[in-house]
Antibody, heavy 119, light 107 residues
């Protein structure tokens, strides 16, 4: 069974940093693209980042570009999101999600981890 | 960036009703569209990929249609477990963009 388990969320002050992790199991992690998606309280879904299977290609929306970095360790079956210069508007539940294949994103989702940016 | 306009933003319906939710893309996205269901406090679940391909295990009362700029998700006979919020997602180009969501409530 495919499982994605996020961790690393918590309370951080504005301007601070946090690293999220997503532990994957039940599939050959190194064969699939992965993504992060977030949802602010009471709001809709926002795509945050995608990495290719090898990690060689990464993508971000303008809202996080230059502040967030997606990476992966295929030997540890783990996806990461390094979040720097955090702002109040980054407060959200962060989900990791698996691609089905390159052109078919967000097939399977984790349960999410909450990030709160507040002083 | 491609904007996804989803409508309605909410609707009230009864069990057994036929429900249709639409998404319009600001430019052509071929069939690079997915539909997701989210229940309160839970992660989203993909229902449909490639505009009309039903995910394994998803009931056949769900169907997707469309190509280019106009897309629809139809629930042929609404069931109690279908009351949720639904989102479309375009993945034709980065940045990936979601529609604003449609909350389906019990009438």
């Amino acid at each position: 069974e495919v499982q994605l388990v996020e961790s690393g969320g918590g309370l951080v002050q504005p301007g601070g940093s946090l690293r999220l992790s997503c532990a994957a199991s039940g599939f050959t992690f190194s064969n699939y693209g992965m993504a992060w998606v977030r949802q602010a309280p009471g709001k809709g879904l926002e795509w945050v980042s995608t990495t290719s299977a090898s990690g060689g290609n990464t993508y971000y929306p303008d809202s996080v570009k230059g502040r967030f970095v997606i990476s992966r360790d295929n030997s540890e079956n783990t996806l990461y999101l390094q979040m720097n210069s955090l702002r109040a508007e980054d407060t959200a539940v962060y989900y990791c999600a698996k691609y089905e294949f390159d052109s078919s994103p967000l097939e399977i989702w984790g349960h999410g981890t909450m990030v709160t940016v507040s002083s | 960036d491609i904007q996804m306009t989803q409508s309605p933003s909410s609707l009230s319906a009864s069990v057994g009703d036929r429900v249709t939710i639409t998404c319009r893309a600001s430019q052509g996205i071929r069939n690079h569209l997915g539909w997701f269901q989210q229940k309160p406090g839970k992660a989203p679940k993909r229902l449909i990929s490639a505009a009309s391909s039903l995910q394994s295990g998803v009931p056949s009362r769900f169907s997707g249609s469309g190509s280019g700029t106009e897309f629809a998700l139809t629930i042929s006979s609404l069931q109690p477990e279908d009351f949720a919020t639904y989102y479309c997602l375009q993945h034709n180009s980065y940045p990936l963009t979601f529609g604003g969501g449609t909350k389906v409530e019990i009438k």
